[in-house]
């Protein structure tokens, strides 16, 4: 089980400050229904990183003993795979990067972040963690490293909650802190947007490359 979370620990976090989705949440805190569309945003990243991770993590266990689960050809396989993935997302992150002199561009749904409906939050919530192409790789990289560590069901079902707990807590805090004190969460979270929105490119491009490299180690290590 530590050696699983261990593992885990690394790829939980490259999703928990993903600047993208920290800035979409940050934007619904900064509307009139902050409440709502940030509750129904936590719920669906929640739901969806839930749903990715298990299913990977049932599908994996099967075809893989759990003597042998860190020489498992498939389990290596599938890291190689992903990880070479995630080195490829952060290079194409860091070339498509703003030059000096340039605004950083954010994606056109931002700009309709104010008028969301609860239900369009957890859908956005939702696609931001399980089909954002980034955070998907991570998560698969989880379901098959929990999948293949070789842990009974109750202890794949910890493994999940850890890293869906470790993965949503960047998200989750700003949601929880605006519940508690709104008024005073205000002049932070906009100081966060603007370092995130000027930062993304560099943020992403760190943490896809190291956990790109780490998967791919691990791949290596397991043939």
């Known amino acids: 089980m530590n050696e699983v979370l261990g593992a885990l ?16 949440v940050i934007l619904m805190l900064l509307t009139p229904d902050a409440r709502g569309s940030s509750l129904a945003f936590l719920a669906g990243w929640i739901a969806a990183l839930t749903v990715v991770v298990l ?44 030059r000096a002199g340039e605004d950083p561009v954010l994606p056109r749904w931002m700009s309709a972040v104010d008028s969301m409906t609860a239900r369009k939050a ?20 989880a379901g098959v490293t929990i999948g293949a560590g070789g842990l009974p069901p109750a202890g794949q079902a910890l ?15 700003p949601v929880l802190g605006n519940l508690l004190a709104p008024k005073r969460m205000r002049a932070p979270l906009e100081a966060l947007q603007s370092w995130l929105t000027a930062h993304n490119a560099a943020v992403m491009t760190v943490l896809l490359l ?14």
Do not use: H, M
């Open 55 to 98: 299913v990977v993590a049932i599908l994996i266990s099967p075809v893989t003993d759990s003597d042998t689960s860190e020489s498992s050809p498939i389990a290596s396989t599938l890291k190689l795979i992903l990880g070479a993935a995630a080195v490829t997302l952060g290079v194409k992150q860091w070339r498509g990067r703003p």
């Open 159 to 173: 493994a999940i909650a850890c890293f869906v707990a470790i993965a949503s807590c960047a998200v989750g805090t």
């Open 9 to 24: 620990l690394p790829i939980a976090l490259g999703i928990a400050i993903s600047p993208v989705p920290l800035i979409a």
């Open 122 to 141: 957890c859908g956005l919530g939702a696609l931001l963690a399980g089909v954002n192409p980034k955070n998907l790789t991570l998560s698969l990289a």
């Open 210 to 223: 190291t956990i790109g490299v780490t998967l791919i180690g691990r791949g290596i290590a397991g043939f």
